[in-house]
């Protein structure tokens, strides 16, 4: 009990204001003179789509069994995080969670689709190639440079208990980063006939870059990258569950805020050229 009171903190819906938190809270006071908790995270009211309350005569409450048949257990967790914070009344639409399980789900599982599918036919062993990030290529660099500058966010932010924020963080990071620029930018480098040290380096690079991200979605989407970790990760020294690793630190040493800027400017610039094409109508591909 020494150790462990008061506890990092407590949890409970808006209506045990006056009711769980303040009984603890004057018990601790009376009895130990100290609060009971460090931080108070309160859970507002889940709404439907228009802000009412969900009520069984209204009929506008989710039957979440169905939701979780359509779209597994995963995404409507995502969701509900992603959505807005969990102390603010969160309004529930379906079409959000569609989008959530199509754009973010869907990006995820693409791309770790597509590594796999090279993998196997390359029958690559990503784990085995220690190849130091330093010796890498220049968009490599840059996004590991990245994963570790969005893990060093994502710890800040779960230090603050702002979740919202970081599944916000992992999906732009994935989309964006991950699948928009890195792997299209390097696809002819899995198509390469040898397995030379450059298609080495690009697969350790996308193998870091799933495992890791995995453990950082592994307390909002337990089930898919349990799936991803276990299919990965086949060292004798692994642990048996992505559950039981320790959260991702962020490694300062490989973060390169140059360029990230550098490589930030030259998205900018072809998110500009696209969006002139599509002013006059030119096609990407032209």
Known sequence: F???????????????????????????????????????????????????????????????WSLIEKYGADAPRWYLLAVSPPWTPTRFDEEGLKEVFSKFFGTVLNVYSFFTLYANIDNADPESYNIPVAEREEIDRWIISRLHSVTKQIRKDMEGYDLTKVVRAIQTFMIDDVSNWYVRRTRDRFWAPEMDRNKQAVYRTLWEVLVTVAKLMAPFAPFLVEDIYQNLVQSPGKKSSVHFELYPEADETLINPDLERYMGLVIELVSLGRAARNRVQLKVRQ
Not at 20 to 27: D, E
Not at 39 to 51: M, Q, T
């Open 2 to 64: 020494d150790q462990l009171f008061p506890a990092d903190f407590i949890c409970e819906g808006i209506d045990q204001t006056r009711g769980w938190f303040y009984s603890l809270l004057s018990i601790a006071v009376f009895l130990f003179d100290q609060p009971p908790y460090k931080s108070v995270l309160v859970n507002d009211l889940v709404l439907d789509k228009n802000g009412q309350k969900m009520s069984k005569s209204r009929g506008n409450a989710v039957e979440p």
